[in-house]
T-cell receptor, first 115, second 113 residues
Framework: AQTVTQSQPEMSVQEAETVTLSCTYDTSESDYYLFWYKQPPSRQMILVIRQEAYKQQNATENRFSVNFQKAAKSFSLKISDSQLGDAAMYFCAYRSGGSNYKLTFGKGTLLTVNP | EAEVAQSPRYKITEKSQAVAFWCDPISGHATLYWYRQILGQGPELLVQFQDESVVDDSQLPKDRFSAERLKGVDSTLKIQPAELGDSAMYLC???????????FGPGTRLLVL
């Protein structure tokens, strides 16, 4: 079974600075997808960024980018120019590329942005 | 922008009582998921529907939990009887198809006393 590990329960960053959230995963599959989801307090979970395992190029979405190291099974999220609205719980998630489409989530990292 | 709707947002019940949660997915989304998120943990899939059919309920405690999506649109998750350990956030998500991005609702926070 696939597992997702987020080793940082909490992180903090100063507004306008850069922060990196870590995620590692364990799988024997070669075809899969990785995601970062953001869950603000009392609000729904939203997709931040998605990475296909077959793509060597790291995904980027505006201020959000990933460092995908397939051999090391590492998938970190970098948030540049942090804003107060980035404060949230961030979840790393794995999905098989086969017929099982369920998401397997890590335990999350709580990000605090200090003004 | 279309969103996944869930109700109620909060539910307090006593153990051994029955509770039900409702989810209305984004219009046109054929795939619907129910997740349970225990405090301090990531969500875990309980059940996945494709249209009105269950495609994965391997993690659903079937002795007390049931889920249905009779017309392939909205869905209901029921717990009977509720236990203290069922206290959690119950999240509904939907997607156009199983391989597409999942969009989450705001969740129902359940407290069992």
């Amino acid at each position: 079974a696939q597992t997702v590990t987020q080793s940082q329960p909490e992180m903090s960053v100063q507004e306008a600075e850069t922060v990196t959230l870590s995620c590692t995963y364990d799988t024997s599959e070669s075809d899969y997808y990785l995601f970062w989801y953001k869950q603000p307090p009392s609000r729904q979970m939203i997709l931040v960024i998605r990475q296909e395992a077959y793509k060597q190029q790291n995904a980027t979405e505006n201020r959000f980018s990933v460092n995908f190291q397939k051999a090391a099974k590492s998938f970190s999220l970098k948030i540049s120019d942090s804003q107060l609205g980035d404060a949230a719980m961030y979840f790393c998630a794995y999905r098989s590329g086969g017929s099982n489409y369920k998401l397997t989530f890590g335990k999350g990292t709580l990000l605090t942005v200090n003004p | 922008e279309a969103e996944v709707a869930q109700s109620p947002r909060y539910k307090i019940t006593e153990k051994s009582q029955a509770v039900a949660f409702w989810c209305d997915p984004i219009s046109g989304h054929a795939t619907l998921y129910w997740y349970r998120q225990i405090l301090g943990q990531g969500p875990e899939l309980l059940v996945q529907f494709q249209d009105e059919s269950v495609v994965d309920d391997s993690q659903l405690p079937k002795d007390r939990f049931s889920a249905e999506r009779l017309k392939g649109v909205d869905s209901t998750l029921k717990i009977q009887p509720a236990e203290l350990g069922d206290s959690a956030m119950y999240l509904c998500a939907s997607s156009w198809a199983p391989q597409e991005t999942q969009y989450f609702g705001p969740g129902t926070r359940l407290l069992v006393l």
